[in-house]
């Protein structure tokens, strides 16, 4: 497939410490050269990136979004294979091809007054790239986890697995924001707005969501509509929180859904649009894990976040996909 970057052994090995005496995930897990692998190999884990991050430029917002796969990769293939970890079902596909609308990108004059249009353009042209992969890895029977980007990459998501399972499917969101801003040029801002358009998306729910940074018009839209229901992060008490999650979760889980975690719903996280205020990382984990436990959940992705020098941002990616896997491979 063209959309898709792959490593080689090679490649994969140098971001590997190795240390006598102990095993890292990267020395067990499988490496795809091509796409014929993922259709042959008995791993069901599927793991690629999206580094990328003209849509949150496209939205307004602050770039960088394009560098957490690598750091993500470099901690995850350095995790220990022990008793609680295995990298035997996981299989790294590779990344997103992103080099030639990036640089277009990056050629776009910022003075230029259709410069977010324009990078819209090249947004839709990351949808198509990113539906078709996560459609074929659906179609070969394999479970998408999905590293990087903006929250552009919603659409592309959804659109790949309703398409894979021939209907709509449902989202648990844990965000600060609901990504549903008018349909206008595509940004990460409006991905589930268009994914309603097209008729990917059929039941909807965000976790977390702030009052400070949600229009008016979005709550409108949302409160007059059965296809919603989200919890706001002023109205939970860290006691209540659980709770809260598993009512958005009975919403979405009687059928296929994706799960999305925005790191900006997490507080202090560098992402695209770090905020001061929301959940602790301890419980975007155990969010995560809940989640992993549904069998009708057919994809994870894990978006907006920013590598920095002064927060372990790859560190903290890998305890999140951890986490999933664990219980993922035992749903």
């Known amino acids: 497939m063209n959309q898709l970057k792959f490593y080689s052994e090679k490649q994969v090995s140098k971001l590997i410490s190795t240390r006598q005496g102990e095993t890292k995930l990267g020395e067990k897990i499988m490496v795809a050269t091509s796409f014929e692998d993922v259709q042959k190999s008995g791993a069901e884990i ?10 949150v430029r496209a939205n307004f917002g602050k770039p960088g979004t394009s560098n957490a796969w690598q750091a993500f990769l470099g901690a995850f293939l350095n995790v220990q294979e022990n008793q609680f970890n295995s990298g035997e079902n996981v299989l790294l596909l590779g990344e997103i091809n992103t080099s030639e609308v990036m640089e277009k990108a990056g050629n776009i004059d910022v003075s230029d007054p259709n410069y977010v249009q324009k990078l819209g353009d090249l947004v839709e042209q990351l949808d198509t790239a990113v539906s078709e992969v996560v459609k074929n890895v659906i179609l070969a029977g394999k479970f998408p986890v999905i590293i990087g980007g903006g929250h552009n990459n919603a659409f592309g998501n959804l659109k790949g697995a309703s398409e894979a399972f021939n209907h709509p499917i449902n989202v648990l969101n844990i965000d600060a924001h609901t990504d549903l801003r008018r349909l206008e040029h595509r940004h990460s801002g409006n991905g589930f707005s268009y994914t309603f358009k097209n008729g990917f998306l059929e039941r909807y729910s965000v976790f977390g969501l702030h009052q400070n940074y949600t229009p008016q018009y979005i709550f409108d839209v949302m409160n007059a ?11 939970l008490p860290k006691h209540k929180r659980k709770m809260a999650f598993l009512e958005l979760l009975d919403f979405v889980k009687q059928e296929k859904f994706g799960l999305e975690l925005d790191c900006d719903a997490i507080a202090n996280f560098p992402s695209s649009a770090v905020s001061p205020a929301g959940l602790e990382l301890d419980e975007a ?4 894990r809940e989640a992993a436990k549904e069998r009708n959940c057919c994809y ?3 978006c907006e976040a920013v590598a920095t020098n002064n927060f372990p941002t790859g560190k903290a990616l890998s305890y999140l996909v951890t986490d999933f896997l664990k219980e993922k491979t035992h749903a």
Request: zero cysteines; charged letters at 25%.
């Open 300 to 302: 994870l992705h894990i």
């Open 46 to 55: 599927v793991i690629f990136g999206i580094p990328e991050d003209i849509g």
């Open 285 to 288: 984990r155990e969010m995560i």
């Open 225 to 235: 509509s059965e296809a919603y229901q989200y919890h706001l992060l002023e109205e």
